[in-house]
Nanobody, 128 residues
Framework: QLQLAESGGGLVQAGSSLRLSCEAS???????????MAWFRQTPGQEREFVAVIRSDHRPYYADSVQGRFTISRDNAKNTLYLQMIGLGPEDTAVYYC???????????????????WGQGTQVTVSS
């Protein structure tokens, strides 16, 4: 069982930067370092959208829409996942969720249903 808690969201102006954090706590069994960790985002009425993922080997993958602007990283010693976002625009406004999976493979790494653990989300609002 893995519990996830996001933080760092807020209201910013277009062009600003934000860093989201996701702190994980494992009750038992598998350790944080063994999970693929991802960020998804969701706007009202829309499905959850893949943003970025970092595998247990630290290999990152990004959605085309954030490539070059967002950087995902993890600190296994702190059981924490990060998302550094620069050049934010109104289109980035969403609730951002972190998620964990021990079973994704390359073909499923962008699919929300393959992630087993989710945080409660943090709101990011970008004003124009």
């Amino acid at each position: 069982q893995l519990q996830l808690a996001e933080s760092g969201g807020g209201l910013v102006q277009a062009g600003s930067s934000l860093r989201l954090s996701c702190e994980a706590s494992a009750n038992s069994g598998r350790s944080f370092r063994s999970y693929a960790m991802a960020w998804f985002r969701q706007t009202p009425g829309q499905e959850r959208e893949f943003v970025a993922v970092i595998r247990s080997d630290h290999r990152p993958y990004y959605a085309d829409s954030v490539q070059g602007r967002f950087t995902i990283s993890r600190d296994n010693a702190k059981n924490t996942l990060y998302l550094q976002m620069i050049g934010l625009g109104p289109e980035d406004t969403a609730v951002y969720y972190c998620a964990a999976s021990s079973r994704v493979i390359l073909s499923t790494i962008r699919i929300a249903t393959f992630y087993d653990y989710w945080g409660q989300g943090t709101q990011v609002t970008v004003s124009s």
